[in-house]
Structures are given as C-alpha cells and as structure tokens.
C-alpha cells in the first residue's frame, strides 16, 4: 500500500521525535507529503517530510502554518495533533497555576487551534461529498480516559482531547464537510517521555519495569501507534469519527488501570 495516500498532504505536529516521527514516516511511507511542524529545531535533518518552525501553542504559529501549506502544497488532508508535553509531576494539591496552564496551552489548546486550523484547511475537499474531505487524528493518553491521582494538569489536558474530538468529529458530520476526527490513546511508549526514568533507572531496567506494567508484557514502540495513526488517515477508516482508539498492551482492560510507575 505505499501508494494509499498519494496525493495527499498531511501535517504532524511534533513531528521530529517519538510517535510523531515515527507517524510522519508511515504516513510518507504511504505516498503522503508530509510535513513536520516541530519546535525542534535541531532534528529537521531527520524529519521524513518537509520541515516547519511551528509552535503549536500560538494562533499566529497556526494560521503561518496553514497559509505555508495551502500555498506550497495546495492543500490540506491529513492533521496529526501529536505535540505534547507531560508537565512534570502534580497532584490536585500541589500543581502550580503556573504549570496547569502551560500544559494546557500545549496539550488541549494547542490540539483545539489544531483542529479550528484543520478543518479551515479541509472543509472544501470533501464538502457534502460522502467522500472523505480529511481526518484528523488528536493524540491523547490513557490518562485522558481512566484518570490518576497524578500527574494532575497532563490528566486534564488528555481528557480535554477526548471529547474535543468527539464535538469536532459531530460539528464536522453535522455540517456535511466530510472531516472525520479520532483520537489515539497510548499506554507506556518508549519516547522522550519516560527520559528522566531512564537516567534514573537506567534504559533497560527501566523499559522492563514498565513493560511489565502491560498485561501484553512490553511497553509500546513508537511505530506501534504510528500503524493505528496511519489507519486513521486513511480511507480504510472512512466509516470511523468521534471515537478513541486505546493501544495500551492492554493496561485499561480491567476495572481500574494500575498506575506506570507505580509500585505493585
């Protein structure tokens, strides 16, 4: 199928590391012309697409982006809202305001200006057609589906993604744009994240530790939700918007998730 997404443009917000690579290397790999949107300056050598400055917390950043690509590309198809930060850790109690809201800057506002900014760049491509106009794929957490007693400001901003994409997939259907719009909700992936984890545990300790927090036995790769984040994309699921997609080893199959990191 390397050729499924031919003719299409995608953007990948954080796309120089972690899932946001390694989906901005599927989705290219699939015929897409991608472009990485990544404050990361430094790995645009690296990108699999087209590099782009881009600060996902700024509205201005966002209508430059959008204008960049309808000009350049000419139009708009795909949009990954994958940029994201943990926040440190925080309780209910101790989180400053400080901290709350720039994690929600970056994590829910940055997705919602993604979503406002897609769909302008969509809407015509597939407007009352019952062919796709575009799909957007918001990346959440299982943090944002079951909750924790922490971190507190990143639990919140998950959350907050989970039903933005429920209300951008109905406001999409309801006005007969064509866009549909998903989210993803990882478990434990082996990305930037868990960084202070590994230099405090060590990489290989560490990676056991959480993979053994999975019922399925490992911690995710990154291209394992890079696979589900290209089906979104794609038209082999055109019959599905306004649903979250759990890839999580199978953490939240039971009553209630254990906490990562967590002792037993």
């Known amino acids: 199928m390397s050729d499924e997404l031919s003719g299409r443009v995608a953007v990948v917000t954080g796309g120089a590391s ?18 990485v949107a990544d404050l990361a300056e430094g790995s645009k050598e690296a ?55 720039k994690v929600q800057a970056i994590n829910s506002e940055g997705v919602f200006l993604g979503c406002k900014y ?4 969509m809407k015509h491509l597939g407007a009352g057609k019952a062919a796709s106009g575009g799909s957007i ?10 909750g924790g007693a922490g971190p507190t400001a990143y639990t919140a901003s998950k959350g907050a993604v989970r ?28 990305t930037a994240i868990f960084n202070p984890l590994w230099q405090a545990v060590g990489r290989e300790q560490g ?5 053994s927090r999975h019922p399925i036995g490992r911690m995710a790769e990154p291209q394992d939700l890079g696979e589900l984040v290209l089906w979104l994309a794609s038209d082999r699921s055109s019959f599905v918007t306004g649903t979250e997609f759990t890839s999580d080893g199978g953490v939240t199959a039971g009553l209630q998730r ?3 990191l967590a002792p037993s």
């Open 258 to 260: 254990r906490s990562l």
């Open 163 to 190: 039903l933005l994409s429920k209300s951008v997939a109905l406001y999409c259907a309801e006005q007969k744009y064509g866009i549909r719009c998903n989210s993803v909700h990882p478990g434990g992936v082996d």
């Open 207 to 211: 990676k056991a530790f959480l993979g």
């Open 18 to 35: 972690g899932i946001g690579a390694a989906s901005a290397t599927l989705l290219a790999a699939a015929g897409a012309a991608v472009i």
């Open 47 to 101: 990108s699999a697409g087209r590099f782009v400055t881009h600060d996902v917390a700024s509205e201005d950043s966002w209508q430059s982006l959008l204008a960049d690509v309808l000009q350049r590309e000419g139009r708009l198809d795909i949009m990954v809202n994958n940029a994201g930060v943990s926040g440190g850790p925080g309780n209910p109690e101790n989180t400053t305001v400080e901290n709350w809201q």
């Open 137 to 146: 794929v918001n990346i959440s957490s299982i943090a944002g589906l079951v």
């Open 118 to 121: 897609a769909i302008q760049g």
